[in-house]
């Protein structure tokens, strides 16, 4: 399968970026693939597409805004971040 859309930031600040991460919905923790780190500051919009895998018994994926592993005990993130044209095929 292959996931595509475009994303774009405003005043994105963090030191652990959103990402998006496609995760069978049947296998607790079964992280299929993610996409590269959203933008971070301003700027326009830029397209994302990343392909994945299922196994045999998915039957249903997540598709999720998750932020990145942060190495910081503590880790804001300020901003704003938008998604759009998302195409699941």
């Known amino acids: 399968y292959q996931l595509s859309f ?5 005043n994105l600040v963090t030191a652990a970026p959103p990402v998006i991460v496609v995760m069978d919905a049947n296998a607790q923790n079964a992280r299929l693939a993610q996409s590269d780190p959203l933008p971070q500051g301003a700027g326009d919009w830029r397209k994302f597409s990343f392909s994945f895998v299922t196994a045999e018994t998915t039957r249903a994926v997540m598709i999720t805004l998750e932020r990145q ?3 910081m005990n503590i880790c804001p993130i300020f901003g704003q971040t938008w998604l759009d044209n998302i195409i699941f095929q």
């Open 69 to 71: 592993a942060c190495t």
């Open 6 to 10: 475009d994303a774009r930031a405003r």
